[in-house]
């Protein structure tokens, strides 16, 4: 603001000066001294920052510009309108105010000038409303700023503590785990490993007095220890997921990211014993799936996609189904090629439809 201004005051003074130096009735050396002290006293207004000087200041360069209008050249008086602006509030209705108050002079000067003032007083008022809109406009945008920063940094700060909160859950879970499988492997394998211990220590005693006892000991102490490797078995068998657990969590993970972060609707669903699904094939179907995924959210213009996981008798489909705008000629790029030559490392195969929006089928064989 205060730099349009004074490229105003700049203008002026130039005209100022250009229209003086064809002027025969000029006083040079006065001319130059109220010019250099108009150029102090706005300079000073532009460089302090207290509402209250700042108004002495414009008052000092208002009775200056009146003062070199009767005494050093009447052009001066076109400086009043920039000064009177300056002076007092920026509201509406204050600078429809300033805007009468700065047309008085208008009778008092002669005809010639008081164009030229008019012209400067309409110019100023137009150039003081756009500085104040401007200046509204950046205030409200910084306003913004600030709030988006505030909203940003709480945020973050409730990321973080959902961080926090989810590293400790993780920590006690596993804790929880921990102790879950220690007491579980004291109370079913710990006491078999004791038990035949004990068999193996009497066996040992009774080895050279009485054989035949010392046998039944060793069988029971065989007898035992294969109780507890099926323990171990079973444990461990519990203990790990199963592949179709953690296929399908797995791709819920991918379906429910992608969905929230391009704002679609993706429907999942499943059908027959995935439990005869590999990890292998596991691993194409999520592959295949997300590549079918990122060609969606990148070329479709799709408002839902659909995913189904059918096993059948001998096969097992895998559909990713958009609404988008399809295409009528298929052009394989890397990104069919690549679902291709995974599909066909375990004999599947790939298909691609975009008559009716666009889907990817994949086809792997079932091993029993």
């Known amino acids: 603001m205060e730099l349009r201004i004074m490229m105003s ?6 005209f100022i000066i250009y229209r003086c130096m064809y002027s025969e009735h000029v ?5 130059v001294f109220c010019l250099l002290i108009y150029f102090c006293i706005n300079l000073s207004i532009a460089i302090i920052k207290k509402r209250t000087v700042k108004k002495v200041f414009t008052i000092i360069s208002m009775l200056l510009s009146v003062f070199s209008y009767f005494e050093v050249e009447p052009l001066f008086i076109l400086l009043l309108p920039l000064n009177i602006y300056e002076c007092g509030g920026d509201t509406l209705r204050f600078r429809r105010v300033k805007f009468g108050i ?5 009778i008092l000067i002669d005809e010639q000038l008081a164009a030229i003032y008019g012209l400067t007083t309409a110019f100023s008022y137009l150039l003081f409303s756009m500085t104040k809109q401007d200046a509204t406009r950046i205030e409200k945008l910084e306003n913004q700023v600030d709030q988006t920063r505030k909203n940003i940094y ?4 409730k990321l973080n503590e959902n961080k926090e909160y989810m590293r400790q859950s993780q920590y006690t879970f596993q804790l929880e785990e921990r102790n879950r499988l220690s007491q579980e492997i004291h109370d079913k394998i710990g006491h078999s490993m004791t038990g035949t211990l004990i068999q193996l220590e009497a066996a040992k005693r009774l080895l050279e007095k009485d054989k035949q006892k ?3 000991l060793l069988q029971n102490a065989i007898h035992i220890s294969k109780e507890g490797i099926e323990k171990i078995r079973w444990t461990l068998k519990n203990i790990k997921p199963s592949p179709e657990q953690m296929g399908v969590n797995r791709l819920k993970l991918l379906i429910d990211e992608c969905s929230a972060r391009n704002h679609i609707q993706i429907s999942f669903l499943y059908q027959g014993d995935l439990d005869v699904i590999s990890h292998i094939q596991w691993k194409i179907i999520f592959e295949n799936m997300t590549e079918a995924l990122t060609n969606t ?8 996609v659909s995913i189904n996981i059918h096993v059948l008798n001998t096969l097992i489909k895998v559909e990713v189904k958009d609404n988008g705008k399809g295409h009528g000629k298929i052009k394989k790029g890397m990104g069919i090629i690549g679902m291709e030559e995974r599909a066909a490392t375990v004999h599947g195969k790939v298909i691609v439809d975009g008559s009716n929006g666009f889907s990817v089928t994949t086809l792997l064989p079932k091993y029993e």
Not at 154 to 157: E, S
């Open 9 to 14: 005051k700049l203008i002026i003074v130039g």
């Open 27 to 31: 006083k040079i050396p006065l001319l």
């Open 102 to 106: 700065s047309l008085v002079p208008i």
């Open 154 to 157: 709480t945020l973050t700060k």
């Open 214 to 216: 010392a046998a039944e």
């Open 297 to 304: 959210m990148k070329y479709a213009k799709a408002t839902h």
